[in-house]
């Protein structure tokens, strides 16, 4: 069974801030997204990364994924309250249908 | 669109009960599915459809039992609920782009059984 753990668990930062969380997996991902899940609503899709070494950017968002696919990690640079959720990642399991596995995830407060 | 719509928002059931939870979604998707969140946890799967007639099982399916008559709705139901059940539960559904799955996820149901 694929295990995929986040850190830091819980991240407290102040406006203009950056920060980087991580994402680990026990066994190499057939395909890795990263979600943000506000208070009181479902995951939202940020990004699916599918190849080793590739880097993705979403505005002040930067996603980049391991060379061999075990490893992720989401950058924020100068961090805005808005960025405020639950960063979690999840393996798309090739093709098994879309079923997803997740992370714990990582709790991300910006204060402003 | 409304996308992926989950009613109710809010339930509370007594040990012992059913109920069905409700999801619809008007993207006509062929996948859908159904995950659990408990507090301090990622998501887990419970079941998943790849078609109107078709379902299976996922990691968390016990207690729990879904049908898919069409492409729109994908009904999870609790039949004798238990405590273990207060989850908030989010039914989402996908489209393949590119060989990747992109899931759309309803804004969940929180339940508690007590």
């Known amino acids: 069974t694929q295990l995929l753990e986040q850190s830091p668990q819980f991240l407290s930062i102040q406006e203009g801030e950056n920060l980087t969380v991580y994402c680990n997996s026990s066994?190499?991902?057939?395909?890795l997204q990263w979600y943000r899940q506000e208070p009181g609503e479902g995951p939202v899709l940020l990004v699916t990364?599918?190849?080793?070494?590739e880097v993705k950017k979403l505005k002040r968002l930067t996603f980049q994924f391991g060379d061999a696919r075990k490893d992720s990690s989401l950058h924020i640079t100068a961090a805005q309250p808005g960025d405020t959720g639950l960063y979690l990642c999840?393996?798309?399991?090739?093709?098994?249908?879309?079923?997803?596995?997740f992370g714990q995830g990582t709790i991300l407060t910006v204060h402003p | 669109n409304a996308g992926v719509t989950q009613t109710p928002k809010f339930r509370i059931l007594k040990i012992g009960q059913s109920m069905t939870l409700q999801c619809a979604q008007d993207?006509?998707?062929?996948?859908m599915y159904w995950y659990r969140q408990d507090p301090g946890m990622g998501l887990k799967l419970i079941y998943y459809?790849?078609?109107?007639?078709?379902?299976d099982k996922g990691e968390v399916p016990n207690g729990y039992n879904v049908s898919r008559s069409t492409t729109e709705d994908f009904p999870l139901r609790l039949e004798l609920a238990a405590p273990s059940q207060t989850s908030v539960y989010f039914c989402?559904?996908?489209?393949?782009?590119?060989?990747?799955?992109?899931?759309?996820f309803g804004p969940g149901t929180r339940l508690t059984v007590t």
């Open positions: 999840a393996d798309a399991g090739g093709t098994s249908y879309g079923k997803l596995t």
């Open positions: 066994s190499v991902f057939s395909s």
């Open positions: 989402a559904s996908s489209l393949t782009r590119g060989g990747a799955y992109e899931q759309y």
């Open positions: 990364v599918v190849t080793g070494g």
């Open positions: 459809s790849v078609g109107a007639g078709i379902t």
């Open positions: 993207m006509n998707h062929n996948y």
